[in-house]
């Protein structure tokens, strides 16, 4: 599984996307569109993107018929963001 997410300005609107691939194939996809620029960041997009992708994440996992735990991680200087699948998280 592949989790593909962006936040961006276009056209002065801020918004962001995000899709899950599995294999070559779509398997669930996401776009929005907060408003202009003149009342949203593109931070604020950054977000929305992140808990957009959790929120699907969690709604593909229950579909394939478990509660696998993740953890997301976002590098922000980079760009980059991580989601790590594990069975058991040690609090």
């Known amino acids: 599984m592949r989790v593909y997410l962006d936040r ?3 056209d002065g609107g801020v918004g ?3 899709v899950i691939i599995e294999g070559e ?3 669930r996809e ?5 408003g202009t620029v003149d009342t949203h960041t593109v931070y604020e997009g950054e977000v929305v993107c992140m808990m957009l992708t959790v929120k699907l994440l969690k709604a593909e996992l ?4 478990g509660n696998q735990d993740f ?4 590098d922000p200087e980079k760009k980059q963001a991580a989601i790590l699948f594990v069975r058991h998280i040690v609090h």
Not at 62 to 65: A, E, S, V
Not at 71 to 74: C, E, P, S, T
């Open 25 to 27: 194939r779509r398997t």
């Open 16 to 18: 962001g996307a995000m």
């Open 8 to 10: 961006l300005v276009i």
């Open 71 to 74: 953890a997301y991680f976002l």
């Open 62 to 65: 229950k579909t394939r018929g």
């Open 30 to 34: 996401s776009r929005f569109h907060l």
